[in-house]
């Protein structure tokens, strides 16, 4: 009963999509694969489908949006290698859109039941228990979807899912895996480590100017300085815009009786209850069933506990039928015939739909009420929808004015700007890589890089920013690509250079006393010969977070000793240092069979994991993929001096 489930479903959809999913790149919308046109070139094609520019633009966007959300103000574009993030998107949109026709010509699929059963048994769809009458649709309107769209999207999701859990859900772990890995993690290793720290060696390394020189002279190359760009740019944003007076009455009137079906008129609404009977495999045999049950609810039967007892609707069944409170034009035309024909407390006939046949009873009746226009608060809502419609009315007027000016004055913006009372702003310096404030967004560097505004020295066209946020950006001031001087990066030449020795002398020594201790010589003596720091540490875990992680890493790949020895090793530490290992022992245990039980099901789910993974080179050497180079990087430096 899909039309059921719109009407009574609430909750986050999205969370509850990324929720059944289960597949780590399935998070973009494509279903809208196979339209564009010659203005919004393919920049991959997957299979018989095709990713075009704007469908990409707004993946990598949104991605871009989360990246921000995420670390808020600790984010800094520069921290984003562009390429890479490209290409990152690129690739989880490809693998989304080859599973999804893998998935369809294997014959995956979601069945109206499937759909049904599904969303309507989400706890995320659920209130107090029960499904909610209109938030559901209310989430579609808001999101400016369709249902018929939405569902056919949850379809492929679903398919998509199945065809994971035909992998996943078939994976299984014999008792020697389990226990070989329950003793792997229960494992402790003695330890005990010198530390060789570089900063100690600094004070004796000099580095002299000839070996900055020749260092400079070999890496040259990686001494350049990016081109860089400044902005001067006018932004038009609709929020900025003052209100507009109140009208008089007589508009408000008009206002009112425009909008008064829609937004002041609460429509009737039926507490509803409904027994559903399943047609099976005999339509009649269930007729019958349902004729039965009304028979039983006009002799007096109860009917929340008949619902409980037959109905087939698994979303309201334990509530005895309870649907919550209905308009018109959400459920399905038959059954909503019935439902508004009632009198309260009578139940209908059995009344045949798609899904079944229904018996429908109308607890209570609220009738339709309409909010008069005299009320103060229909009065500010009136001025409120007046105003946002006169402020988006203006801002409409407002940017073709400032696409018409731009166009018209391409070579400054101060006539634009005066034009429409704003002010030309500037940004700092920034690079293809990423800015700050506007030149954050990709559409603003990218217009920035572009023929237009860095050759020719025009305005850009008007740029959406965000929401009712546009600017016009050109160049204020441009740095092309050069080769940094000797003088410029010297110092941080010298810098690298006094590190790197300060290391190698850092290792020189580490190296020393491992041989020293493989000779003979007591470890914590020769560690102790050359000043070095020393740690007893005791027994430790893989999961331990006291010691740094290198060095558990590092310990953790040491051969076993043999009894009464010592296997030693090195690890480099962050900070440039050197770590000297000694594991003197390893204990092995297995844990409690509530652990063995957890250690299985952690196993159980690497291997599918790992098994999924080779099912995907599978799926990719079945569709083909073609991925094209303007979508995979940034174009080339254009110098507008050339």
Do not use: C
């Not at 095709?50 to 469908?55: C, F, N, P, V």
């Not at 789910?605 to 569709?623: C, P, Q, S, W």
């Amino acid at each position: 009963m899909l039309q059921t489930i719109r009407d009574r479903t609430s909750g986050l959809v999205a969370g509850f999509i990324v929720a059944i999913i289960a597949i780590p790149f399935a998070f973009f919308g494509l279903e809208q694969f196979g339209g564009g046109s010659s203005g919004d070139p393919v920049v991959a094609t997957v299979g018989d489908q095709k990713i075009r520019e704007s469908q990409f633009r707004r993946a990598y966007e949104q991605r871009y949006r989360q990246m921000q959300a995420l670390m808020g103000e600790n984010f800094r574009a520069d921290m984003i290698d562009q390429t890479l993030f490209r290409q990152a998107v690129l690739k989880d949109m490809t693998q989304e859109a080859m599973l999804k026709q893998y998935s369809a010509e294997a014959g995956y699929l979601a069945s109206d039941a499937l759909l049904f059963k599904t969303i309507s048994t989400a706890p995320v769809f659920q209130q107090d228990g029960k499904f909610n009458t209109s938030a559901y649709m209310n989430f579609l309107a808001n999101q400016g979807e369709s249902p018929d769209a939405f569902e056919k999207r949850l379809r492929e999701s679903i398919a998509m899912d199945q065809l994971r859990a035909s992998v996943v859900d078939t994976s299984f772990a014999v008792p020697l895996q389990v226990q070989q890995s329950a003793k792997l993690s229960n494992q402790t290793r003695n330890l005990s480590y010198a530390v060789f720290d570089a900063a100690r060696y600094l004070s004796q390394v000099t580095v002299s100017d000839d070996e900055v020189s020749a260092r400079f002279e070999r890496d040259k190359a990686q001494y350049t300085a990016p081109e860089r760009i400044k902005l001067a740019y006018v932004e038009l944003a609709q929020d900025a815009q003052a209100d507009a007076e109140p009208p008089p009455a007589d508009v408000l009137k008009v206002l009112y009786d425009a909008e008064k079906a829609a937004r002041f008129t609460t429509l009737e609404e039926r507490k509803a209850r409904h027994i559903l009977i399943n047609f099976g495999a005999d339509k009649s045999a269930a007729k019958a069933k349902a004729e039965s049950l009304a028979a039983q609810l006009k002799g007096g039967a109860d009917f929340a506990t008949l619902a409980r007892q037959n109905s087939d609707d698994s979303g309201s069944k334990a509530d005895g039928g309870d649907l919550g409170w209905v308009r018109r034009g959400q459920m399905v035309g038959k059954f909503e015939e019935a439902l508004f024909d009632l009198k309260p407390n009578v139940v209908s006939d059995p009344v045949e739909t798609e899904f079944g046949w229904h018996l429908v009873r109308a607890d209570e009746i609220r009738p339709s009420l309409i909010r008069p226009f005299e009320e103060p608060a229909v009065q500010a809502e009136l001025v409120s929808l007046y105003q946002g419609r006169e402020r988006q009315r203006n801002f409409q007027e407002r940017l073709e004015k400032l696409e018409q000016l731009a166009f018209e004055k391409p070579t400054e913006l101060d006539s634009v700007a005066q034009a429409l009372g704003l002010t030309v702003q500037t940004t700092d310096w920034f690079s293809r890589a990423g800015g700050a404030g506007v030149a954050a967004n990709e559409a603003v560097r990218t217009a920035a890089f572009s023929q237009e505004v860095l050759s020719v020295g025009e305005n850009s066209k008007p740029l959406t920013i965000g929401d009712d946020r546009v600017v016009v950006v050109r160049k204020s001031e441009y740095e092309a690509p050069r080769q940094r001087s000797l003088d410029e990066v010297a110092e941080v030449i010298r810098t690298a250079l006094r590190d790197e020795q300060a290391r190698a002398r850092a290792k020189a020594d580490a190296d020393d006393v491992v041989s020293a201790a493989k000779a003979g010589t007591s470890l914590e003596a020769a560690v102790q010969a050359k000043g070095a720091e020393w740690r007893n540490v005791g027994p430790v875990r893989r999961e331990d977070s006291t010691q740094d992680r290198a060095v558990i890493e590092a310990l953790f790949k040491l051969p076993r000793p043999a009894a009464g020895a010592i296997s030693y090793g090195e690890a480099s530490l962050a900070g440039g240092g050197i770590a000297v290992l000694a594991l003197s022992g390893v204990e092995e245990s297995l844990p409690e069979s509530t652990a063995l039980g957890v250690q299985q099901q952690r196993v159980r789910e690497m291997l599918a994991g790992g098994e999924f993974l080779g099912y995907r080179k599978t799926v990719e050497r079945a569709i083909e993929v073609d991925i094209k180079q303007a979508a995979q990087q940034q174009p080339e430096a254009v110098d507008p001096e050339s």
